[in-house]
């Protein structure tokens, strides 16, 4: 007879009622102490579940003491005891931990592949949804009725576009408009010098936005708010209350805020309240542009799509989607395109009215940040982790590449085209261009981490929000 677990012969053999194996009775009783289970097929086993095996009596010497040989033996008996239960245990668990990794292999295979398919189908809803329109009834609420057209803008809107760009003369007159008397110079952007730090208003926010006066801020906040900041009072002047939403970018339309949350709502204030809420993207709203006629509006979502909306009955009117998340998107100046940056790099553009994809550019690197020059054939595009601005001509499809030292997290454009400022992890930075020499130069660099930018009236300040979340102004004294 063999004990089951040392495999040697047992001094005191037991044998075991549930699964009728031999144990030396010390080990088997230690077992039992410990898992209260048959060792063999793992039934529930107890001490008078073992019946003493009746051999030749043998008989023990005293206990020996350590100074000997027998007692050394002794000793090295009860170790190999110890370890061969060890022993035993880890066998078990090793056959029951690589059953159950065989199993959770197993099963994430299988959810793996749920995923792709679920990807799969959703991937092809939302081109389905891009092809369809779908319309609510007449007596829906704000919100409610919903147009999603992957293919043209109503009627009334195409005429109020096409009557903004030929009242205005945009693409004609653009580019031959002369510089603004009181302007700022590059004397003034060289002599610039912070004239206001607050306290951190908005603490990790990257959203900034300033009315048309210069004198109020729009500015993201912690979850579920954004801050209006007073430059003259230098205060608080109120929050908008997001719900559970982060506000991720924003916008002045006259006298009220247009904000888009990390939720995926576009929402409108006034007066601190809530206003409308124009849709809702399938995750985060990531940037809103507002059309130069004014009554339309776009955002853009990681949900792969920009929304249209007529601000005149804060509806939906067009859903366009895309191959990529799109991380910022603005309006040509001109009105009738629309770019968006997309996190793999590609930058596209579309026809305002029609919904078309008209032409494309690689940035080569997720879109950190994009700006429309006013003169409408540039556009600056900074990528994520990289520290040059690309500026591109739009007629040309050619690009500068500018090193500015830093990160850029935001550009923004003056009214002229002359001054492009950038906004990055370490400094502040003005690039200008002379039309005479065909050249870039860089008036002024501050050491100012900021995550976004804004000029202020006549470029003859520039209100940065720094990382911190305070508010940082630069102008001449």
């Given at each position: 007879?063999?004990?089951?677990?040392?495999?040697?012969?047992?001094?005191?053999p037991?044998?075991?009622?549930?699964?009728?194996?031999?144990?030396?009775?010390?080990?088997?009783?230690a077992?039992?102490?410990?898992?209260?289970?048959?060792p063999?097929?793992g039934?529930?086993?107890?001490?008078?579940?073992?019946?003493e095996?009746?051999?030749?009596?043998?008989?023990?010497?005293?206990?020996?003491?350590?100074?000997s040989i027998?007692?050394?033996?002794?000793?090295?008996?009860?170790?190999?005891?110890?370890?061969?239960?060890?022993?035993?245990?880890?066998?078990q668990?090793?056959?029951q931990?690589?059953?159950?990794?065989s199993?959770?292999?197993?099963?994430?295979?299988?959810?793996?592949?749920?995923?792709?398919?679920?990807?799969?189908?959703?991937?092809?809803?939302?081109?389905?949804?891009?092809?369809?329109?779908?319309?609510?009834?007449?007596?829906?609420?704000?919100?409610?009725?919903?147009?999603?057209?992957?293919?043209?803008?109503?009627?009334?809107?195409?005429?109020?576009?096409?009557?903004?760009?030929?009242?205005?003369?945009?693409?004609s007159?653009?580019?031959?408009?002369?510089?603004p008397?009181?302007?700022?110079?590059?004397e003034?952007?060289?002599?610039?010098e912070?004239?206001?730090?607050?306290?951190?208003?908005?603490?990790?926010?990257?959203?900034l936005?300033?009315?048309?006066?210069g004198?109020?801020?729009?500015?993201?906040?912690?979850?579920g708010s954004?801050?209006?900041?007073?430059?003259?009072?230098k205060?608080?002047?109120?929050?908008l209350?997001?719900?559970?939403?982060?506000?991720?970018?924003?916008?002045?339309?006259?006298?009220?805020?247009?904000?888009?949350?990390?939720?995926?709502?576009?929402?409108?204030?006034?007066?601190?309240?809530?206003?409308?809420q124009?849709?809702?993207?399938?995750?985060?709203?990531?940037?809103v542009?507002?059309h130069?006629?004014?009554?339309l509006?776009?955002?853009?979502?990681?949900?792969k799509?920009?929304m249209?909306?007529?601000?005149?009955?804060?509806?939906?009117?067009?859903?366009?989607?895309?191959?990529?998340?799109?991380?910022?998107g603005?309006?040509?100046?001109?009105?009738?395109?629309?770019?968006?940056?997309?996190?793999?790099?590609?930058?596209?553009?579309f026809?305002?009215?029609?919904?078309?994809?008209?032409?494309?550019?690689?940035?080569?690197g997720?879109?950190?940040a994009?700006?429309f020059?006013?003169?409408?054939?540039?556009?600056?595009?900074?990528?994520?982790?990289?520290?040059?601005?690309?500026?591109?001509?739009?007629?040309?499809?050619?690009?500068?590449?500018?090193?500015?030292?830093?990160?850029?997290?935001?550009?923004?454009?003056?009214?002229?085209?002359?001054?492009?400022a950038?906004?990055?992890?370490?400094?502040?930075?003005?690039?200008?261009?002379?039309?005479?020499?065909?050249?870039?130069?860089?008036?002024?660099?501050?050491?100012?981490?900021?995550?976004?930018?804004?000029?202020?009236?006549?470029?003859?300040?520039?209100?940065?929000?720094?990382s911190?979340?305070?508010?940082?102004?630069?102008?001449?004294f």
């Open positions: 007879m063999l004990c089951a677990i040392s495999g040697e012969a047992p001094e005191v037991v044998a075991s009622r549930k699964s009728g194996n031999v144990f030396e009775k010390r080990l088997i009783e077992y039992i102490a410990e898992h209260g289970t048959d063999v097929n039934e529930e086993l107890s001490i008078e579940d073992l019946v095996l009746k051999t030749a009596r043998v008989v023990r010497p005293r206990p020996p003491t350590m100074t027998p007692s050394l033996l002794s000793a090295f008996q009860n170790e190999w005891d110890a370890l061969a239960l060890e022993t035993y245990t880890l066998k668990q090793l056959a931990t690589r059953q159950e990794l199993t959770a292999l197993y099963q994430h295979d299988a959810a793996v592949r749920v995923i792709a398919r679920v990807v799969k189908e959703r991937d092809e809803a939302r081109d389905a949804l891009s092809k369809i329109t779908i319309s609510a009834g007449s007596g829906a609420s704000n919100g409610d009725a919903m147009q999603v057209d992957g293919a043209s803008l109503p009627d009334a809107l195409v005429e109020k576009i096409d009557e903004t760009h030929l009242r205005d003369r945009l693409s007159t653009r580019r031959k408009r002369p510089v008397e009181d302007w700022a110079t590059e003034n952007i060289q002599s610039f912070s004239t206001l730090t607050t306290d951190p208003v908005a603490p990790g926010s990257r959203t936005a300033l009315n048309q006066a004198d109020m801020a729009l500015l993201g906040g912690e979850e954004a801050t209006l900041y007073s430059l003259p009072q205060a608080v002047t109120g929050t209350d997001l719900e559970k939403g982060i506000a991720t970018d924003g916008l002045w339309w006259n006298d009220r805020q247009v904000v888009a949350t990390s939720t995926g709502a576009v929402k409108v204030f006034e007066d601190v309240k809530e206003i409308a124009l849709g809702s993207h399938a995750g985060a709203a990531t940037a542009s507002l130069p006629c004014g009554d509006l776009a955002s853009t979502g990681v949900d799509s920009y249209l909306y007529d601000l005149s009955t804060m509806k939906v009117v067009s859903h366009i989607f895309t191959e990529t998340e799109l991380t910022c603005e309006f040509h100046p001109d009105g009738h395109l629309f770019a968006a940056g997309g996190r793999n790099g590609e930058i596209k553009v026809d305002v009215k029609t919904g078309q994809n008209v032409a494309n550019f690689d940035a080569e997720p879109v950190q994009f700006s020059s006013e003169n409408g054939t540039w556009f600056a595009v900074a990528t994520k982790g990289e520290t040059s601005v690309q500026i591109w001509d739009i007629r040309k499809s050619k690009i500068n590449q500018i090193d500015v030292g830093t990160s850029v997290n935001d550009l923004k454009w003056d009214y002229t085209a002359r001054f492009l950038a906004a990055g992890s370490g400094s502040v930075a003005v690039l200008q261009y002379t039309k005479a020499s065909k050249s870039w130069s860089e008036p002024i660099r501050k050491a100012v981490s900021a995550n976004a930018l804004h000029w202020g009236v006549n470029a003859k300040s520039l209100v940065l929000l720094e911190s979340g305070s508010l940082n102004v630069l102008s001449s």
